[in-house]
C-alpha cells in the first residue's frame, strides 16, 4: 500500500512545523516582531540621542552595557554616561543619519541591530560626512529591551571625483 508511506512522509516534513507552532502559543510574539522591537528601540535611542534627552537615552542602557568607540571603551552605563554621551548626543543634534543596510537577527533574551550608514550635518562649525558602522547588542529584562553593547566606528566618506 502505497498510501502508508506518504502518510507517514507528510507526518515526516510536518513535524518541525507543528512543533514550530506549538513553540509559539497563541498571542506569544513571533522572532520578526520581537527582532522589530529591539530595532525600534535601537531607533529611539538615536531618536533620543538627536533630541537631547540624556534621561531617555540613559533608560534604554543596561547598568553593566560596554560602549567601545573609535578604539575607546566605556565599561559601564555609569562611565559611558559621564565621559561620553553627553558628547554623542551634542553630535548627533547637528547630524542627520542615513541608514544604508540594516539587519537584525533575536535568539531567546538577546538581539542584535547591525547597521551601515551615513552621516552629514555640521559639528563645531565644520562638515562632516562620514560613512559609519554600529553594532547594537540588547538584552530583553522584565522591563524590556536594554543595549548591552555598542560598537560604533566611522570613516569619512570618499569625495565624489568629478
Same mark, same amino acid.
Given at each position: 500500500?502505497?498510501?502508508?508511506?506518504?502518510?507517514?512522509?507528510?507526518?515526516?516534513?510536518?513535524?518541525?512545523?507543528?512543533?514550530?507552532?506549538?513553540?509559539?502559543?497563541?498571542?506569544?510574539?513571533?522572532?520578526?516582531?520581537?527582532?522589530?522591537?529591539?530595532?525600534?528601540?535601537?531607533?529611539?535611542?538615536?531618536?533620543?540621542?538627536?533630541?537631547?534627552?540624556?534621561?531617555?537615552?540613559?533608560?534604554?542602557?543596561?547598568?553593566?552595557?560596554?560602549?567601545? @568607540?573609535?578604539?575607546?571603551?566605556?565599561?559601564?552605563?555609569? @562611565?559611558?554616561?559621564?565621559?561620553?554621551?553627553?558628547?554623542?548626543?551634542?553630535?548627533?543634534?547637528?547630524?542627520?543619519? @542615513?541608514?544604508?543596510?540594516?539587519?537584525?537577527?533575536?535568539?531567546?533574551?538577546?538581539?542584535?541591530?547591525?547597521?551601515?550608514?551615513?552621516?552629514?550635518?555640521?559639528?563645531?562649525?565644520?562638515?562632516?560626512?562620514?560613512?559609519?558602522?554600529?553594532?547594537?547588542?540588547?538584552?530583553?529584562?522584565?522591563?524590556?529591551?536594554?543595549?548591552?553593547?555598542?560598537?560604533?566606528?566611522?570613516?569619512?566618506?570618499?569625495?565624489?571625483?568629478?
Amino acid at each position: 500500500m502505497r498510501i502508508r508511506p506518504c502518510l507517514l512522509a507528510i507526518a515526516i516534513l510536518a513535524s518541525p512545523m507543528v512543533a514550530f507552532a506549538e513553540g509559539w502559543p497563541t498571542g506569544a510574539q513571533t522572532p520578526a516582531a520581537i527582532g522589530n522591537q529591539a530595532t525600534r528601540l535601537v531607533d529611539a535611542f538615536h531618536d533620543a540621542m538627536r533630541r537631547g534627552d540624556l534621561a531617555a537615552a540613559a533608560e534604554m542602557i543596561a547598568d553593566d552595557a560596554v560602549v567601545y @568607540e573609535h578604539g575607546g571603551v566605556e565599561h559601564s552605563k555609569a @562611565e559611558y554616561l559621564t565621559e561620553h554621551l553627553p558628547a554623542d548626543i551634542a553630535y548627533s543634534h547637528g547630524m542627520t543619519d @542615513e541608514i544604508v543596510s540594516r539587519i537584525s537577527s533575536v535568539d531567546g533574551k538577546v538581539a542584535w541591530v547591525i547597521t551601515e550608514g551615513r552621516t552629514h550635518g555640521t559639528y563645531d562649525g565644520k562638515p562632516v560626512d562620514r560613512l559609519t558602522t554600529e553594532t547594537m547588542i540588547l538584552r530583553r529584562t522584565g522591563s524590556g529591551w536594554k543595549i548591552v553593547h555598542v560598537h560604533w566606528s566611522s570613516a569619512k566618506a570618499p569625495t565624489p571625483t568629478p
